[in-house]
C-alpha cells in the first residue's frame, strides 16, 4: 500500500535478547530515531529467542532491566508483547501483531548487518518484508551478504530514497551506516563472570539491576 501524504511516522522496531540491554543497543536505537525521523524506536524483548542459546537472565528481568535503561529517553520504548506468548518468539508473529494494531502506518525492522545475513534462518523469513521495512545497519566486522540468496533478495528490496520509508507501509530494506558502538551482551557476561567492571558499557541503572539479583556471575 502506498500513501500519498503520510501523516504519521513509521514506528521503528529493534528486537532482540537483550541479556543485558547496553550502550551499543542503545546508541543504535537513538541513533536511528533520530536520523529517519521515526515516531519511536519499540524495543522488544525476546521471550524464547528461537535462533540462539537460552538466554541467562529470565525475560522479566531482562524486561525490567530494558525499561530501567530507558526511562527519560524520549522516542525509546520497550514493548513486551513476546513475552505474552508461549513458545519460540519469531518475528513474524510480533510484526503480525504490530500491523493489526497499526494498519496504515510504515513498520520499520531494525537488524544488524550480522542479523541480516541470518535471515535465511529465521521462522517465515520472507514474510518479514510482507509486514515491514528492514532497516539494517553495519556493525564492526559485517559485510553486505555475499550469497546470492541475500544479494537477490537485496536488489529486489533495497532503496536509496528515506521517503519511500514513509509513503509505502512495507516492501524497501534501508541500509544505514552508523558508528556502532563495539559493545556485545556477551562481553558484559564475560566480564561479569570473571569478576571485573563492566561498568561504563551499560547504564548504571541495569548494572545495579544485574549486581541486586547476581546475575551473570
Ligand atoms: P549477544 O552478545 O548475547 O549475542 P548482542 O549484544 O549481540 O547479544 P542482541 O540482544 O542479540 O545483543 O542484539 C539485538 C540487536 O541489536 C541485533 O539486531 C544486534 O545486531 C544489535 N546490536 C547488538 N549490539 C550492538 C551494537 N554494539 N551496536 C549496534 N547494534 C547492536
Redesign the pocket.
Given at each position: 500500500m502506498i500513501l500519498e501524504n503520510p501523516t504519521e511516522k513509521a514506528i521503528g522496531i529493534?528486537g532482540?535478547?537483550?541479556?543485558p540491554i547496553?550502550h551499543?543497543?542503545l546508541r543504535?536505537a537513538i541513533e536511528l530515531y533520530e536520523r529517519l525521523d521515526l515516531a519511536e524506536v519499540r524495543l522488544i524483548p525476546a521471550a524464547y529467542p528461537p535462533h540462539r542459546s537460552f538466554p541467562f537472565a529470565n525475560a522479566q528481568l531482562r524486561l525490567q532491566m530494558l525499561q530501567a535503561a530507558i526511562i527519560g529517553t524520549p522516542g525509546l520504548v520497550v514493548d513486551d508483547r513476546e513475552l505474552h506468548r508461549l513458545g519460540p518468539s519469531y518475528m513474524v508473529d510480533t510484526l503480525s501483531s504490530l500491523r493489526e494494531e497499526y494498519p496504515y502506518r510504515s513498520l520499520c525492522l531494525?537488524?544488524?548487518m550480522?542479523?541480516f545475513s541470518n535471515l535465511p534462518q529465521w521462522y517465515q523469513w520472507q514474510r518479514l518484508i510482507t509486514l515491514a521495512h528492514l532497516l539494517v545497519?553495519h556493525?564492526l566486522g559485517t559485510q553486505i551478504p555475499a550469497f546470492s540468496t541475500m544479494q537477490d533478495f537485496l536488489s529486489e528490496h533495497q532503496t536509496n530514497c528515506s521517503d519511500t520509508l514513509k509513503k509505502q507501509l512495507t516492501g524497501c530494506i534501508w541500509i544505514e551506516e552508523i558508528p556502532?558502538?563495539?559493545?556485545?551482551?556477551?562481553q558484559i557476561r564475560h566480564l561479569i563472570a570473571a569478576g571485573k567492571n563492566p561498568r561504563y558499557l551499560l547504564p548504571a541503572a541495569v548494572l545495579n539491576i544485574i549486581n541486586t539479583h547476581q546475575l551473570y556471575s
Open positions: 529493534l532482540g535478547t537483550f541479556d547496553h551499543g543497543h543504535l531494525i537488524l544488524g550480522d542479523a545497519v556493525r556502532v558502538l563495539n559493545i556485545s551482551s556477551t
